[in-house]
């Protein structure tokens, strides 16, 4: 089997799977958007992924991810992954959101980066951003327990738009749990907002719980990619 079949293959499988969890949930599987991750894996891949319909991806690591961007202009990659502050200025000329942010210096940075490359024609629009959510206080994974002082930050940010709360379950924990907890908080700070925010919550191997609690986005690297090719 080559490549582009296997891919396709996988693609059909995950959207299936959504398909049977949104139905098991009572809800449309329109309404949730698949974000396969193509971290390590060639540009070759995601250029296939496009011949499949496919126009978003999900990168964790800058530079893999800004390298691809640049061979890659039409289809969209957004930044899943922890993000330096080093790193902003770079991320936000080629990313189509930021599911990452954990701090209010993360926010200035990415503002200040996003303002720049407006300015420099390097992007059209304000950068989408979600706060990812913390469920154990664990600095070393990334995510703020406390969103909301972020959320307001990116309400105030001139060149970013906030686009909703991302989370990942700590190792070992109730991933149902924990993505109740997050569609609980994603509910409380929209009506403390007054608008609507999406929740980025589940992976291969947690999408079901993710979209029995009320997902809007999973990112799904493994079921579509296959197994993280040899370094």
Known sequence: MNRREELRQNLQRVREVIAREAQRAGRDPRGITLLPVTKFHPA?????????GVREVGENREQEARA????????????????????????????????????????????????????RGERESPLACFVQWSADGDARRGG???VAPLLNALVAAPHLLLAGIMCVPPVGSEAAEVFSRAHRLRREEEERLGRRLLLSAGMSGDMGEAIAAGTDIVRVGTGIMGARPLA
């Open 68 to 119: 691809k961007a640049e061979e890659l202009p039409r289809v969209q990659f957004h930044m899943i992954g922890q993000v330096q502050t080093k790193k902003a200025n770079s991320v936000a000329r080629w990313a189509a959101s930021v599911h990452s942010v954990d701090s209010l210096k993360l926010v200035a940075a990415l503002d200040r980066g996003a303002g720049r490359a407006v300015e």
């Open 44 to 52: 070759s891949d995601v250029a296939l992924l496009a011949e499949l």
């Open 144 to 146: 703020a327990t406390e």
